[in-house]
T-cell receptor, first 113, second 114 residues
Framework: AQKVTQAQTEISVVEKEDVTLDCVYE???????LFWYKQPPSGELVFLIR??????QNEISGRYSWNFQKSTSSFNFTITASQVVDSAVYFC??????????FGSGTKLNVKP | ETGVTQSPTHLIKTRGQQVTLRCSSQ?????VSWYQQALGQGPQFIFQ???????GRGNFPPRFSGLQFPNYSSELNVNALELDDSALYLC?????????????FGPGTRLTVT
């Protein structure tokens, strides 16, 4: 069975601090895909990144970076120099080869000025 | 390029009633998935439609049903509404075929059952 765990329910930081959101997944599939989505208060899920199970290369996009480690089944997300606009709920998701998504319970990030 | 749209935005129904939610997929996408997101939770997969056929279902009872039309738009129907059905219902569309394509989500329909 597929499962995604986001143990951090809520995190509060002060603007310009770095913050890491944790994601641990479970799957028996050898081919799978991992995603991060952002859900601002408006409710619409916004795609941030996709990683397939064969690509463990870390990725950096501006202030965002992702660390994928198959050995620990983790796909963590770091925001560097956080800003108030980063405040949102962040979801990690696992997709099987049939494009069905399994979401974690989300981490609410509060960035205070 | 038109994104995923959903209607209505908000809906209030009474327990026992039936409801239909609608979704228009993004241009070029023929796969539509529906999710239920309870307050404070992550989205839960309800089912997926690919080329008008159901292509997988989550752990939801048969009173949750769906349709996909030739233009790839979709409907989610819920019969015999229960209080626990109150949630944000999200529709997502994706590119055809293979796994791993990011799903593009609509703004959701907020359903309240009283």
């Amino acid at each position: 069975a597929q499962k995604v765990t986001q143990a951090q329910t809520e995190i509060s930081v002060v603007e310009k601090e770095d913050v890491t959101l944790d994601c641990v997944y479970e799957t028996r599939d050898t081919t799978y895909y991992l995603f991060w989505y952002k859900q601002p208060p408006s409710g619409e899920l916004v795609f941030l990144i996709r990683r397939n199970s064969f690509d463990e290369q870390n990725e950096i996009s501006g202030r965002y970076s992702w660390n994928f480690q198959k050995s620990t089944s983790s796909f963590n997300f770091t925001i560097t120099a956080s800003q108030v606009v980063d405040s949102a709920v962040y979801f990690c998701a696992l997709s099987d080869n049939f494009n069905k998504f399994y979401f974690g319970s989300g981490t609410k990030l509060n960035v205070k000025p | 390029e038109t994104g995923v749209t959903q209607s209505p935005t908000h809906l209030i129904k009474t327990r026992g009633q039936q409801v239909t939610l609608r979704c228009s997929s993004q241009s070029g996408h023929n796969t539509v998935s529906w999710y239920q997101q309870a307050l404070g939770q992550g989205p839960q997969f309800i089912f997926q439609y690919y080329r008008e056929e159901e292509n997988g279902r989550g752990n939801f009872p048969p009173r949750f049903s769906g349709l996909q039309f030739p233009n790839y738009s979709s409907e989610l129907n819920v019969n015999a509404l229960e209080l626990d059905d109150s949630a944000l219902y999200l529709c997502a569309s994706s590119s055809p075929g293979q796994g791993g394509y990011e799903q593009y989500f609509g703004p959701g329909t907020r359903l309240t059952v009283t």
